[in-house]
């Protein structure tokens, strides 16, 4: 996963970064499920839903401030203060 996100900074057209984008989007599909499984086989039965639904609260709240912060956006960053 990171020699492909390196190799995505690198790519000089978008025919090859289609090329380099495959093998990432298949690690994180595989990333996502082997979590998954892993949080399902390590708390109770009865937990399971409970610990599925925080894993992915945190992953939204986790990229999409991910998305704010890469875009510049200074409101989702604190940067700038609102005036009412």
């Given at each position: 996963m990171a020699v492909?996100?390196?190799?995505?900074?690198?790519?000089?057209?978008?025919?090859?970064?289609?090329?380099?984008?495959?093998?990432?989007?298949?690690?994180?599909?595989?990333?996502?499920?082997?979590?998954?499984?892993l949080?399902?086989?390590s708390v109770a039965a009865d937990e399971v839903g409970g610990t599925l639904g925080l894993s992915f609260v945190w992953r939204h709240v986790l990229r999409s401030h991910d998305?704010?912060?890469?875009?510049?956006?200074?409101?989702?960053?604190g940067s700038v203060q609102?005036?009412?």
């Open positions: 492909a996100l390196l190799a995505w900074g690198l790519v000089p057209n978008v025919p090859l970064l289609l090329v380099v984008l495959a093998p990432l989007a298949l690690a994180g599909g595989t990333l996502n499920t082997v979590l998954n499984s949080l399902t086989k998305t704010h912060a890469a875009s510049g956006d200074k409101v989702a960053q609102m005036n009412a």
